[in-house]
């Protein structure tokens, strides 16, 4: 259930709201601009990696390629697709020409994760049987298995949501080396070769209604941040990426909270923002706390934040929950920001809807809108600087369960339903589904999109789908 889940700013409002529906022309000019050195390195490389939840800026937005597909079945436009053993909805990441996965094997047989809304308590026992904790890398090209490392063999010591997996994280990578976060087990660090290099374990704590832990990592500027929300002793922590030492743990007063934290990098500073039920809140890159209020966020906090137009996005939406607010903050806040009165009344909040978030998936800035997808299948456009409905509640044709985040590229918006039907709509102010690709599995965890390929893992695959030519998924 908690998968899950920064800005380039001045260049992400050129990448973001305007290649998503710029024609030929216009692309090959921002092509152009990038052979010349027009434009900075790191919109290059967005188009190159995706080296975190929800890629480069943790926004689910790629760069625009001519190849990228828009139709697939499990056979067309499979460029290859490989077998993953054992169960995982950590989401594949890329760097260059490879690809990581995690996952995690039993011995035994247990409780299968299973699709829809379950609003009850986990799984109240720990898994059977020893289990294999393992980090893979392919190559983006073939699918060839490079290497595979068993990170830990055990039996896990905490329950989890029945929806989910011991590898629910995923993993994040500065190109240097690769940091896999198995959330009630530990932190561990590898070369690109597959050589661990350190590891940092973890005291696993009660979660609430034993969910167990689901915040992926970030890494920035020489730190790895891991975010760890229990009913026992909550923090946030800093690891220097090159040798795992912890720089700073911080704690924190949040016991319902899986949301993958930002580090936004704004016209004022660099900060890391991280929702939670009590306090959504802020701090420095070395940990002091900068500013939070309290959202009067949903009882279970999942969406992760992101950044565009300037601004950060925090949302929360519990499907119990009467209160399910989203909210667009303007950079510079410091000390408590809750104001006495409508949220709107703060000078740091630029807008607020108090109902227009899901339970699961984030939702996406995409051009000038804002779009959400619900859990139980429906979507909702607003303007993304203003907060002002665009579209309201529209249920998807055949109906669908959604837990993977949409992503977008090429002027379209792309939503991944649990059965592995893929709704593609076109972006804009009008609800419109032009095509749907169904890899009928069943599938939890969000693509990436790189160059001409997007990564789709389903329960027991992982396949790279291209527009370039129509090729067999084999046996």
């Avoid at 907060?387 to 959604?402: D, L, Q």
Wanted: glycine residues 10%; positive net charge; hydrophobic residues 35%.
């Amino acid at each position: 259930m908690k998968w899950p889940l920064r800005s380039l700013h001045r260049l992400s409002d050129v990448s973001v709201n305007h290649t998503a529906i710029v024609d030929n022309r216009t692309r090959w000019i921002i092509a152009a601009g990038l052979v010349l050195g027009v434009l900075v390195p790191s919109l290059a490389q967005a188009q190159e990696n995706w080296p975190r939840f929800r890629g480069t800026n943790g926004n689910g937005v790629a760069a625009d390629h001519v190849d990228l597909p828009k139709t697939w079945t499990k056979t067309d436009h499979i460029k290859w697709a490989v077998d993953v053993s054992g169960w995982g909805w950590s989401c594949p990441i890329v760097w260059g020409d490879r690809v990581f996965l995690t996952t995690v094997v039993g011995d035994e047989k247990n409780t299968t994760p299973n699709k829809g809304l379950y609003l009850g308590k986990g799984v109240r026992d720990p898994a059977k049987g020893t289990h294999h904790w393992l980090v893979y890398c392919f190559d983006v090209n073939s699918g060839k298995e490079l290497w595979k490392h068993e990170a830990h063999t055990g039996r896990p010591k905490v329950p989890r949501h029945p929806k989910s997996t011991y590898a629910a994280e995923t993993a994040t990578t500065d190109g240097k080396r690769l940091y896999v976060l198995f959330g009630d087990l530990g932190l561990y660090c590898y070369d690109f070769s597959g050589k661990p290099l350190w590891s940092k374990t973890f005291e696993p704590k009660k979660t609430a209604a034993d969910y167990g832990a689901a915040a992926s990592p970030v890494v920035h500027d020489g730190q790895v941040f891991v975010v760890y929300d229990n009913l026992e002793s909550s923090w946030i922590a800093s690891f220097d990426a090159k040798t795992g030492n912890e720089r700073w743990r911080v704690p924190r007063r949040e016991t319902h909270s899986w949301a993958t934290p930002l580090v936004w990098q704004n016209k004022i500073r660099t900060e890391i923002v991280v929702p939670g039920k009590n306090r959504n809140r802020s701090y420095s890159l070395d940990g002091k706390l900068l500013w939070q209020f309290d959202g009067k966020m949903s009882n279970l906090v999942i969406p992760s934040p992101f950044a565009a137009h300037g601004f950060c996005y925090i949302a929360s939406g519990y499907i119990g929950d009467a209160h399910r607010p989203t909210f667009a903050m303007r950079p510079g806040a410091s000390g408590d920001i809750t104001p006495k009165g409508d949220y709107q009344e703060s000078e740091f909040i630029e807008w607020y809807q108090g109902t227009s978030s899901a339970y699961n998936t984030s939702q996406i800035v995409y051009g000038d809108y804002l779009y959400t997808l619900y859990d139980r299948g429906f979507f909702t456009c607003h303007d993304a600087k203003t907060g002002k409905e665009v579209y309201g509640k529209t249920r998807f044709s055949p109906s669908g369960s959604f837990t993977a985040s949409p992503w977008a590229y090429n002027g379209h918006l792309f939503c991944l339903s649990e059965d592995g039907l893929t709704y593609v709509l076109k972006a804009g102010p009008k609800f419109e589904i032009i095509e749907r690709n169904d890899l009928d599995e069943l599938c939890l965890a969000s693509p990436a999109v790189v160059q001409d390929k997007v990564l789709i893992r389903t329960a027991s695959r992982l396949y790279c789908i291209s527009g370039g030519g129509k090729t067999s998924a084999g046996d």
